[in-house]
């Protein structure tokens, strides 16, 4: 059975680091399309940025464009890594990992992906 798990979340301060990791198990995750998306209360889940099986291919939601970066572990293969930097309160969000084992040709759409994690806790704050 497919199963994802996000790890990292936690409170940290405005213009601070955090790198949210993403491990799957029960598929051949080097070859699945992975996604990052956010939820914030009361809003709709997101996308953030996504990243193809190579890793060659990535995509950026406008609004964390230059402060996050989507990662594969070259070691582990089922692991895809969020680095976020820069964090400001409007991040605080919990962060869902989410596989595509069929490469979507829009990476941007929660619907491309099967398979999703539980989500972890970002908050920003002083």
């Known amino acids: 059975q497919v199963q994802v798990v996000e790890s990292g979340g936690k409170l940290v301060l405005p213009g601070g680091s955090l790198r949210l990791s993403c491990a799957a198990s029960?598929?051949?995750?080097?070859?699945?399309?992975m996604g990052w998306f956010r939820q914030g209360e009361g809003k709709e889940r997101e996308f953030v940025a996504s990243?193809?099986?190579?890793?060659?291919?990535?995509?950026y939601a406008n609004s964390v464009k230059g402060r996050f970066t989507i990662s594969r572990d070259a070691a582990a293969e089922n692991t895809v890594y969020l680095q976020m930097n820069s964090l400001q309160p409007e991040d605080t969000a919990v962060y869902y990992c989410?596989?595509?084992?069929?490469?979507?040709?829009?990476?941007?759409?929660?619907?491309?992906?099967?398979?999703w994690g539980q989500g972890t806790q970002v908050t920003v704050s002083s």
């Open positions: 029960g598929g051949t995750f080097s070859r699945y399309q």
């Open positions: 989410a596989a595509d084992p069929w490469g979507g040709a829009q990476p941007r759409a929660v619907t491309t992906y099967d398979y």
């Open positions: 990243i193809s099986w190579s890793g060659a291919s990535t995509h």
